[in-house]
């Protein structure tokens, strides 16, 4: 590689070569990127430096925002990263911001994130917008080469469709019509069969089925489109 080089042959452990930069009348040093020696023969860690007080001047160590090591990995907040990517808020919550301010009020995919092998994308969290104030989150998975949505979860209406999911806000799919208000809709068929087993391995309640109002019906049973009976309450009863 060419271009500017710059050496410090006192190369031990802990040294440094750094470009510094400052815009201060007193020259108080107020940034740095360097290179800190951290193994032989000048391996090192690249490391960049901030200093956020009026009247300081920057220390290499204590002023550290940012680091990436030599093998890779990068540390925001932190020396010593443990993944790829590593965020250390500190005090403060460590909240990562994707914002796509084109997206107007159509919609959209907003943002997300994909995972990858070496040829496919195995699976993706897309967020995607209903208009300027509504969205929804989305769960996609591979297989046999196809991605497709596995999961969505409605924060407009607290709702968790599991199975075959469509539209933007509702699920309609065989007949069977599952409106916002619901909190859990699975939509089976296909390779699962349709059946849902809920189970508890010990002695505990296995499910509650809660209705906030104080009658109507708590479970309607559906076969083929039509209604076929239901399990209701009146009052307390």
Do not use: C, W
């Not at 204590?62 to 590593?86: C, F, W, Y």
């Not at 104030?133 to 409605?154: P, V």
């Not at 296909?190 to 906030?212: H, K, L, P, V």
């Amino acid at each position: 590689a060419e271009g500017l080089f710059i050496n410090n042959k006192q190369n031990s452990t802990g040294n440094n070569a750094s470009l510094i930069f400052s815009n201060d009348s007193g020259e108080r040093k107020k940034a740095a990127v360097a290179l800190i020696d951290t193994g032989n023969y000048g391996t090192g860690d690249l490391v960049f430096s901030l200093d956020g007080a009026d009247s300081g001047s920057l220390n290499l160590t204590t002023d550290e925002k940012m680091r990436i090591t030599n093998s890779g990995s990068v540390g925001i907040g932190t020396s010593s990263p443990a993944q790829k990517l590593h965020i250390d808020g500190g005090s403060n919550d460590p909240i990562i911001m994707l914002q796509r301010s084109g997206a107007g009020d159509a919609p959209i995919d907003i943002s997300g994130i994909q995972f990858k092998n070496s040829a496919n994308v195995l699976a993706s969290i897309l967020v995607r917008s209903v208009d300027i104030n509504d969205g929804f989150i989305k769960f996609l998975s591979m297989k046999a080469g196809t991605l497709t949505e596995r999961q969505r979860f409605n924060a407009n209406t607290a709702s968790v469709y599991i199975g075959r999911v469509g539209g933007e806000v509702s699920v309609a799919s065989d007949n069977r019509t599952f409106s916002e208000g619901v909190g859990v809709t699975l939509a089976g068929g296909g390779e699962g069969g349709g059946s849902y087993n809920i189970f508890t391995a010990d002695n505990t309640t296995t499910m509650y089925i809660g209705r906030q109002a104080s009658d109507g019906n708590i479970i309607d049973f559906r076969q083929d489109g039509s209604n076929e009976g239901s399990i209701s309450v009146s009052g307390s009863t």
